[in-house]
């Protein structure tokens, strides 16, 4: 079993930049497909993008892609979201997420645990 942590979500303006952190226990972090997600208000849960195994690869939305960065340190157990050039519409919850098979890292319900999410505001 895994849980997971977030951190580092704050109230930032448009055009700066957050890394959102997430802490793992347990001694299998670095054989979990890891990904990060995020809820708006009145919207659905959506994929902001994902690393693999051992961090060869990566996935990102398109929405984010170029502006966020997901990297993970195993020998911390911790993943990372590098975010920059933050916009009014990135301001949602983030969640942190693991996935034990790997197979669907877009699609939420493939993802075994969850984190409690972290507020991230982006003010124009």
């Known amino acids: 079993q895994v849980q997971l942590i977030e951190s580092g979500g704050r109230v930032v303006q448009a055009g700066g930049s957050l890394r959102l952190s997430c802490a793992a226990s347990?001694?299998?972090?670095?054989?979990?497909?890891m990904g990060w997600f995020r809820q708006a208000p009145g919207k659905e849960r959506e994929f902001v993008a994902a690393i693999s195994w051992n961090g060869g690869l990566t996935y990102y939305e398109d929405y984010v892609e170029g502006r966020f960065t997901i990297s993970r340190d195993n020998a911390k157990n911790t993943l990372y979201l590098q975010m920059n050039s933050l916009k009014p519409e990135d301001t949602a919850v983030y969640y942190c997420?693991?996935?034990?098979?790997?197979?669907?890292?877009?699609?939420?319900?493939?993802?075994?645990?969850w984190g409690q999410g972290t507020q991230v505001t982006v003010s124009s």
């Open positions: 347990g001694r299998t972090f670095s054989s979990y497909t």
């Open positions: 997420a693991a996935d034990a098979a790997g197979a669907s890292y877009y699609d939420w319900p493939s993802y075994d645990y």
